[in-house]
């Protein structure tokens, strides 16, 4: 079965007072990134939780963004006082050389770098904050799967509908294939005999099959015909594998692309060109679905 690479899952999980939210939004991507947004209480998880990201999922850009909700403000910082009062005395002692008038905003002093601080957790809140954040990721992470499935399930509708119907079109110019050279040998014929008719010449039999032959040889699309049929058999094997697969299905479709390609510039009928033409625009809806499959 096949997963798209987008999808959405979220868990909510409580410690010490705190509700911890996580949110995991995919997209899109050819690779696997992750962007990874925590609240400095629990920045010392990334790592953590980036292992798990990854043992999880295999492509797509992956958003995770954890949220705190009811914490106070006690629990997400803290002020360094003593920091604070030695630049209060200095500013003062300074103000005072100088003699400058003013007061001191200690709004502003809030700004300078050290003085308000994340809290940071002991030892054994760390470790419950750990258990309760990894395992609503593992939840999020659950459902995001789930929607990547079930998102996976119509994709792998839609790109069978579609072989099918290239399949069709297979057998239509396979048929239209072995009518073509009788067709062009008996246009040819009458139109040579019509021509030596007014010479009052005979038509060599001969030369006229070798003339076929040759177009037989230049429009021979039977090895052409039998790649796409094993590369039609190739896609349904690897919709139904376990392994993430939409590498090796943008690679199939590649490959087809350029078998239909071959097809149309060897055919000289213009029922087996409309056929290559219709083929040709499912394999890229093909493509662009198959960039959706993790």
Wanted: include cysteine; proline fraction near 1%.
């Amino acid at each position: 079965m096949i997963n798209s690479m987008t999808g959405y899952g979220e868990a909510e999980g409580e410690v010490g007072g705190i509700s911890y939210v996580a949110e995991i939004k995919a997209v899109n991507n050819r690779y696997l990134r992750t962007i990874i947004k925590l609240p400095d209480l629990v920045a010392f998880l990334e790592e953590d939780i980036e292992r798990l990201l990854r043992q999880n999922l295999s492509r797509g850009t992956v958003n995770y963004v954890l949220r705190l909700k009811g914490a106070s403000a006690s629990a997400l910082f803290d002020i360094d006082e003593t920091a604070l009062q030695m630049v209060m005395q200095r500013l003062d002692r300074l103000r005072t050389s100088v003699g400058a008038d003013g007061t001191i905003d200690i709004g502003s002093l809030l700004n300078l770098p050290g003085i308000i601080r994340p809290t940071l957790p002991d030892e054994e809140a760390a470790g419950q904050i750990k258990a309760v954040v990894l395992n609503i990721t593992r939840g999020a992470i659950d459902k995001l799967k789930q929607m990547r499935a079930a998102e996976g399930s119509s994709l792998e509708a839609d790109l069978n509908s579609h072989c099918r119907a290239i399949s069709e079109d297979l057998e239509r110019i396979r048929a239209r294939s072995a009518a073509v050279l009788h067709e062009y040998a008996a246009r040819l014929k009458k139109r040579v005999a019509g021509l030596l008719a007014e010479a009052k010449l005979k038509l060599d039999e001969e030369t006229l099959a070798r003339e076929v032959a040759i177009l037989a040889d230049r429009s021979d699309i039977s090895e052409e015909i039998a790649r796409l049929d094993s590369h039609l058999e190739q896609f349904a094997q690897s919709c139904q594998s376990n392994e993430q697969a939409g590498r090796r299905l943008d690679f199939i479709s590649q490959e087809m692309l350029r078998e239909a390609n071959t097809v149309a510039s060897k055919a000289s009928d213009t029922e087996i060109i409309r056929c290559v033409v219709d083929m040709k625009c499912r394999i890229d809806r093909i493509k662009e679905q198959v960039q959706n499959i993790e």
